[in-house]
């Protein structure tokens, strides 16, 4: 059965916050998703955990690695491989968000075809929830050129703060490089760039994800 968006969430030793990040995504008032879980060898009790919503009828995959595959991207890959959705969401297993998220992102990418990529503002927050500092953005809802978004926002920093924020067209996987998968940090980086030259971006000035930053 197909679906709208794939969330895929990937997890190493993130017990402590797992509950939370797989809770966020249930109660989006968007439903028209499925869930995909990967594991790679965590040795606290993300199992426990990921083994107490195996039945529920929105995880379509849970994925257990036998060996750590030292790399979140590569997971990510993992999860891509066995997504149905049009559209993937990282949703990172220490970041949690707004019931609103999906329906915030999918309303704006309706709005264009020519969308490969949404992404909203984010609170980055400490291991105990407490925000640190938040990202921001001039306009409610804008779209901009992919070249020209690279030219402004990713050339020399990166304006998409963290994956958990952004939905994206998984049509386009097609056509982005492995190099990212090489990466064990800024992998996503490079990923974004290859993406968003491939037409163009939706940002919601809205703050709908939470993020841990260490």
Not at 40 to 48: G, I, P, Q, R, V
Not at 109 to 118: A, K, M
Not at 123 to 139: E, H, M, N, P, S
Not at 191 to 200: M, N, P, T
């Amino acid at each position: 059965m197909s679906c709208k968006v794939s969330v895929i969430i990937p997890n190493c030793d993130h017990g402590s916050f797992l509950n939370q990040r797989i809770q966020s995504v249930l109660k989006q008032t968007f439903q028209d998703f499925e869930i995909i879980i990967l594991d790679d060898c965590s040795t606290d009790n993300s199992k426990e955990i990921i083994e107490h919503y195996r039945e529920h009828s929105k995880i379509t995959s849970i994925i257990y690695n036998e060996k750590n595959s030292g790399s979140a991207f590569k997971q990510w890959e993992k999860g891509i491989s066995v997504a149905r959705g049009e559209w993937i969401w990282i949703a990172e297993s220490d970041d949690w968000c707004e019931a609103s998220f999906l329906d915030t992102i999918m309303d704006g990418l309706s709005e264009n075809d020519q969308c490969v990529l949404g992404y909203c503002q984010s609170f980055a927050v400490g291991d105990d929830g407490v925000i640190l500092w938040q990202t921001g953005a001039r306009q409610l809802l804008a779209y901009h050129d992919g070249q020209e978004f690279i030219n402004n926002r990713l050339l020399y920093v990166c304006d998409i703060v963290n994956a958990s924020s952004v939905v994206w067209k998984k049509s386009e996987f097609q056509y982005i490089g492995k190099k990212y998968t090489n990466f064990k940090a800024c992998g996503d980086w490079l990923f974004w760039i290859e993406l968003v030259r491939r037409g163009q971006i939706m940002v919601s000035g809205k703050m709908l994800n939470y993020f841990r930053k260490y």
